[in-house]
């Protein structure tokens, strides 16, 4: 108001008889107004403060273009029709214009109350209101027109569209920019109709009334439809203007049309005969009509109804009245009003009944009654009871089900529903889990996202109602994690369409998971299986054999599936197959055997054949489960460790007759040794008795390689030449051969040192022999043994690539034998290969592995009925590494101290202590362990050195240097035996032991060790 002038302001206030007043031009609000417009409308400036322009109208939407053309300039007036503040509604004529002041922008409107004071005016109001029906019927038309699911449009006298719904442009898929362009009705017909139509349109303006017309309409992409269309002519001042009209589409009504004929009839007749009791009532609620099923349903006679008060339907007045209270409220809200009540017959019976009642009203919304329908609840409360008594049971079965049955909202990733069972398992109520929080609950349960994103894609890419299988784990209440198969169905949706509720059956396959997985590990274990299987029907018919059958039978899966096992018959080991499964088929009971085969390359081979019948649970036969077990290296190791055992045996029988042997030799050589010191030089008898000496110390030498050969030893590398220890073990070896296989040796190396064990070395001559006479033991022949200089330089004829360049000595065993094949000599290194009827097959490897571990070769040549020769490298030992050995003969060495000797053998007793006297010693001798603990016990420092016996009846000789050590510490003790397992020079040092020597001694030998070790004590 402050943006107005003050000459104004004063008109406004004091000149203007009419009411005026001033709003904003955007907002529309009050922004003053004179006294008369106050006076007009009733209120007071406080509230036309609060109020806008289109608060005062009585149709607001009326005014909506006269404030557009406004805004945009113009001056618009005429009669409208305003409400007061206590409701009336008055007519005014209106003058509304646009008014700028100080660059604002205003809308100035002068309101003059219109008054009918005669019968023009009276004639021109009603012109008025007519006027406003009809724009209120042209309102309400274009809105009906609208929610109208046909095609409804209006033409100009040309055809040229002037109005056209909704429903008619999705229909001919015709745009509104199409539309305002110009869209003429003959576009959305086929050519060949258009004379037709044009025809129809004619006939409509000479008073003919048209009953519709079928025509082929086209979109506007060209898609052809069958449509009914009903027209109209549109006058204008009784001049044609145009037709107006709707199409009907009847692509689906022709298929329709004779089941709507019937259904007519059928709905007519069901109208006819409804059990709904139906009447009109007024305001004051009488009865103005009704149908047959109202006399029916309460039991009344016409006379009983006919402007009757509806208080007869019901069991009391507080009822009646009740209904009517609750009744005018809620018309005022709805058009309808349904509710449940209690009715009463006249036989005084009362029922449950459905009333809904929808208001009557006049053209001009007046209200004027009421139509009842009232459907009788008596059988529809019964079906009610059953349908709670029905879910009271499905929600016990459902609680009952072992499986558990929730409903998961997968967005939340949380269930808002579970069963019993679901319950139990979780061990949280479905109520509690909104309090625990979605992130504690997914951790308690251990649920996976991936799941419930996985979920979310199949519904979300499945088909409307299609159930989702998954396969899922969960955690119980104990923290187990369990396996699932869930049956799943989208139970509710988001509004865009996306799943929120699943329902969910959900039955635990925990144990089925462990089976599935035990079978597959079974599979996984037959499949992998070095033992060969295949299955076969009752029939015989193969169905099933794993990788090491197809490799043993040398027949695949896909070659043999689906046959007979008479189809396996290709060779010898499917020959022997196929008769022991049809033995055990025939007699239709287990069978288990061995089969022992000669293989195609020549070597001995034996099955464990086990055939097994499958048993259903009707006690029927259904398959054969055969296996097959290669046990030929099984059978090999027996053998060899049965050779081992022998060997073992061996040497322990070596063992003791080296004990008692080497005693018998010391007495021998020590009473020969003594007879020798009588015997002058010169005579015939000291000749024999050095012979008893040498033969003795032979006798020694051979005990020795007895308990080498018997492996008793240790294995110890050392430098070792190689021409004695070949001497001697050729020697060892042939008192085994037969005089038909003459041995030469030849010795050609300029050094025959390496770097070997010495029990190795004699191994890998044994087995190379032994094999040579083997391969000429019908014939005989030549065995020859050469020891030779072998030198390789880099890169040239080297045995081996990976040999290194150097001196080398060449073993050489070469026989006059029947030589062997090609294919044997391929083989001839491999664990368990032979082709001696009893071997072991590990002579030749453990040769091979000999020799490579001293970083040498072997080398073979030979060919059939020429011999054999097998060529052994060995890297020579480096010169610092050889030691020379001289043998000096030289008197031993003598003394005059004190030693007691210990021995159980009376013999080597009296020579050894008549050696060591003569030699000066003071010797006291004993055979018995504890007569010696008692001299000794007697007198601890009356002896410096003690030599003892290891194995003596009473005690051992370790045993009792343990106690005389006791007594007196550091006393020397030498520890002499024949053989023994259990003590070593190793264990005997431990024990405090000076020295350990194996009987029998020389005299010089025993000298030396006495003196050695009593210098040490020294």
């Given at each position: 108001?402050g ?6 302001r004063r008109?406004?206030?004091?000149e ?12 529309l609000?009050f922004?003053?107004?004179n006294?008369?417009?106050?006076n007009?409308?009733?209120y007071s400036g ?6 806008a322009?289109?608060?005062?109208p ?18 618009i007036?005429?009669?409208r029709?305003c409400?007061?503040?206590d409701?009336?509604v008055f007519?005014?004529?209106?003058k509304?214009?646009p008014i700028s ?15 009918v004071?005669?019968e023009?005016d ?5 012109r ?14 274009e809105?009906l027109?609208?929610?109208?699911p046909?095609?409804?449009f209006e ?5 040229k ?5 909704s ?7 015709y ?6 362009q110009g869209l003429n ?20 303006f000479?008073g003919?009334?048209d ?5 082929e309409a ?10 009914r269309a009903y027209a ?8 044609p203007v ?6 009907i589409?009847?692509t689906e009504?022709r ?5 709507l ?5 059928r709905f007519?007749a069901l109208?006819e ?5 139906i009447?009109?009532v007024t305001?004051?609620?009488r009865?103005?009509s009704?149908?047959k099923?109202?006399l029916?349903l309460?039991?009344?006679?016409p006379?009983?109804?006919?402007g009757?008060?509806t ?6 007045d ?12 809620a018309?005022?809200?709805e058009?309808t ?6 009715f009463q017959?006249?036989d005084?019976?009362?029922?449950p009944?459905e009333?809904?009642?929808s208001?009557?009203r ?10 009842a ?6 059988e529809r409360?019964?079906?009610e009871?059953q349908?709670?008594?029905s879910?009271?049971?499905?929600t016990?079965?459902?609680?009952t089900?072992?499986?558990?049955i ?9 269930p808002?529903y579970?069963n ?5 398992f ?15 609950f997914v ?13 979310k894609?199949k519904f979300?890419?499945a088909?409307?109602g ?5 396969e899922?784990?969960m ?19 988001t ?5 929120k509720?699943?329902l969910?059956i959900?039955r ?11 079978r597959r590990?079974?599979?996984?274990a037959?499949?992998?299986?070095p033992d ?17 059958f197809e490799t043993?039978?040398k ?10 096992i ?35 390359q020549?070597?001995?081979a034996?099955l ?10 009707k ?6 489960v055969?296996?097959?077990r290669?046990?030929?290296?099984q059978r ?9 055992q ?32 009588d015997?002058?030089a010169g005579m015939?008898a ?10 003795g110390?032979?006798?020694r030498?051979?005990?020795?390689q007895?308990?080498t050969?018997?492996r ?5 590398q050392k ?6 220890l ?11 051969l037969?005089?038909?296989?003459e041995i030469?040796?030849?010795?050609t190396?300029?050094?025959d040192t ?18 040579a ?6 014939k ?5 043994i050469r ?8 890169g ?5 690539a990976d040999m290194k360049?150097g001196?080398?000595?060449?073993i ?5 034998g029947?030589g062997m094949?090609?294919a044997v000599?391929?083989r001839?290194f ?5 082709t ?8 030749l490897?453990?040769?091979?592995g000999?020799?490579r571990?001293y ?5 073979v040549e030979s060919?059939?009925g ?7 490298y060995?890297p020579k ?6 030691v ?5 003969e ?12 210990v ?6 007793v009296?020579?050894?202590a ?6 000066g010693?003071r010797?006291?001798a004993?055979?018995q362990g ?14 410096d050195?003690?030599i003892?016996d290891?194995?003596m ?6 045993a009792?240097a343990?106690?005389l ?6 006393i ?5 035996t024949?053989y023994?397992?259990a ?17 029998p001694?020389?005299k ?8 050695k ?5 020294a």
């Amino acid at each position: 108001m402050g943006d107005l002038n003050e000459s104004l302001r004063r008109w406004l206030m004091q000149e203007a008889a009419d009411g005026v007043a001033f709003f904003d031009a955007e907002s529309l609000r009050f922004i003053d107004c004179n006294p008369a417009f106050t006076n007009l409308f009733g209120y007071s400036g406080d509230e036309l403060n609060r109020l806008a322009f289109y608060d005062i109208p009585a149709e607001p939407s009326i005014l909506e273009a006269d404030v557009a053309a406004a805004r945009k300039g113009e001056t618009i007036s005429g009669e409208r029709r305003c409400r007061r503040k206590d409701g009336n509604v008055f007519n005014v004529r209106v003058k509304l214009s646009p008014i700028s002041a100080n660059g604002k922008r205003y809308l100035g409107a002068v309101f003059h109350e219109v008054k009918v004071c005669s019968e023009a005016d009276e004639e021109l109001e009603k012109r008025r209101q007519v006027e406003e029906a009809l724009q209120e019927a042209k309102r309400k038309y274009e809105q009906l027109a609208e929610i109208v699911p046909q095609p409804i449009f209006e033409t100009d006298i040309t055809g040229k569209l002037t109005f056209a719904n909704s429903a008619a442009f999705e229909k001919f898929r015709y745009t509104q920019e199409d539309f305002e362009q110009g869209l003429n009705i003959f576009q959305m017909l086929e050519s060949y109709e258009h004379e037709k139509a044009q025809r129809n349109i004619e006939r409509l303006f000479t008073g003919y009334k048209d009953t519709g017309n079928e025509y082929e309409a086209c979109t506007k992409d060209g898609t052809v439809f069958p449509i009914r269309a009903y027209a109209a002519p549109l006058y204008r001042m009784d001049k044609p203007v145009g037709i107006s009209g709707i199409a009907i589409d009847l692509t689906e009504a022709r298929k329709t049309m004779q089941e709507l004929a019937r259904s007519e009839e059928r709905f007519r007749a069901l109208v006819e005969n409804s059990s709904d009791a139906i009447m009109m009532v007024t305001l004051d609620r009488r009865v103005v009509s009704y149908n047959k099923a109202l006399l029916t349903l309460f039991g009344l006679d016409p006379e009983d109804v006919e402007g009757q008060s509806t208080r007869v339907f019901y069991t009391s007045d507080e009822s009646f009245e009740e209904l009517g209270r609750l009744l005018a409220p809620a018309i005022k809200k709805e058009n309808t009003f349904r509710k449940e009540w209690l009715f009463q017959k006249k036989d005084g019976t009362v029922f449950p009944a459905e009333i809904v009642l929808s208001v009557l009203r006049l053209p001009d919304r007046s209200l004027i009654g009421y139509m009842a329908v009232i459907r009788d609840m008596t059988e529809r409360k019964k079906f009610e009871e059953q349908l709670r008594e029905s879910q009271c049971f499905l929600t016990h079965v459902v609680d009952t089900s072992p499986d558990l049955i929730y409903i998961f909202d997968i967005t939340e990733r949380i269930p808002v529903y579970g069963n019993k069972q679901a319950e139990d398992f979780a061990g949280i109520r479905a109520s509690d889990i909104k309090g625990m929080g979605r992130e504690a609950f997914v951790q308690r349960m251990g649920i996976d996202a991936q799941f419930c994103n996985e979920l979310k894609t199949k519904f979300e890419h499945a088909p409307e109602g299609e159930v989702v299988a998954i396969e899922y784990r969960m955690k119980d209440k104990h923290g187990e994690r369990r396996w699932f198969s869930s049956r799943n169905a989208v139970f509710e949706r988001t509004r865009d369409g996306r799943p929120k509720l699943v329902l969910a059956i959900a039955r635990d396959i925990t144990e089925q998971k462990y089976a599935e997985e035990g079978r597959r590990l079974l599979a996984a274990a037959v499949e992998q299986s070095p033992d060969s299987v295949m299955i076969a029907d009752q029939r015989g018919i193969i169905e099933y054999v794993n990788k090491a059958f197809e490799t043993g039978m040398k027949r695949s899966l896909d070659e043999i599936k689906g046959k007979d096992i008479a189809v396996l018959k290709g060779n010898r080991r499917g020959e022997e197959f196929f008769r022991a499964n049809a033995a055990a088929m025939k007699g239709r009971t287990a069978w288990k055997g061995y089969l022992r085969l000669q293989e195609d390359q020549g070597m001995p081979a034996e099955l464990e054949v086990a055939v097994s019948p499958v048993i259903d649970d009707k006690g029927v036969i259904t398959h054969y489960v055969t296996r097959i077990r290669d046990i030929s290296i099984q059978r090999r190791l027996e053998e060899q460790l049965r050779q081992a055992q022998k060997m073992q045996a061996v040497g322990t029988l070596a063992g003791g007759i080296a004990h008692d042997f080497n005693n018998i030799l010391a007495a021998m050589i020590g009473n020969a040794e003594l007879a020798l010191d009588d015997i002058p030089a010169g005579m015939r008898a000291r000749d024999n008795i050095e012979e008893i000496v040498r033969s003795g110390l032979r006798g020694r030498d051979l005990v020795q390689q007895i308990l080498t050969f018997s492996r008793r030893g240790e294995h110890e590398q050392k430098v070792l030449r190689l021409t004695p220890l070949i001497k001697e073990t050729i020697k060892f070896l042939r008192a085994s051969l037969p005089a038909s296989i003459e041995i030469q040796l030849d010795f050609t190396s300029s050094t025959d040192t390496v770097f070997a064990d010495p029990v190795q070395i004699q191994q890998v001559l044994m087995n190379l022999c032994t094999n040579a006479a083997f391969a000429m033991r019908e014939k005989g022949g030549l065995l020859e043994i050469r020891l030779t200089d072998a030198l390789f330089n880099e890169g040239v004829n080297m045995p081996e690539a990976d040999m290194k360049p150097g001196d080398y000595l060449a073993i050489r065993v070469r026989d006059t034998g029947e030589g062997m094949t090609e294919a044997v000599k391929k083989r001839l290194f491999e664990p368990f290969f032979t082709t001696k009827p009893q071997g072991t097959g590990m002579g030749l490897a453990v040769v091979y592995g000999i020799v490579r571990s001293y970083h040498g070769t072997i080398t073979v040549e030979s060919t059939t009925g020429h011999g054999a020769t097998f060529t052994v490298y060995l890297p020579k030992a480096e010169a610092q590494q050889v030691v020379a050995e001289e043998v000096v003969e030289a008197p031993a060495p003598e003394g005059k101290e004190r030693i007691l000797f210990v021995d159980d053998e009376s013999a080597i007793v009296r020579s050894g202590a008549e050696i060591l006297e003569r030699m000066g010693y003071r010797v006291t001798a004993t055979t018995q362990g504890v007569e010696a603990l008692k001299l000794f016990s007697q007198d601890p420092g009356g002896y410096d050195l003690i030599i003892l016996d290891q194995t003596m009846p009473d005690m051992t000789g370790a045993a009792l240097a343990e106690i005389l050590m006791r007594i007196r510490p550091g006393i020397p003790i030498i520890l002499a035996t024949g053989y023994s397992d259990a003590m070593s020079p190793e264990k005997a040092k431990e024990i405090g032991i000076r020295e350990f020597v194996m009987k029998p001694l020389t005299k010089r030998e025993l000298g030396e060790t006495v003196r050695k070790v009593l210098d040490q004590a020294a």
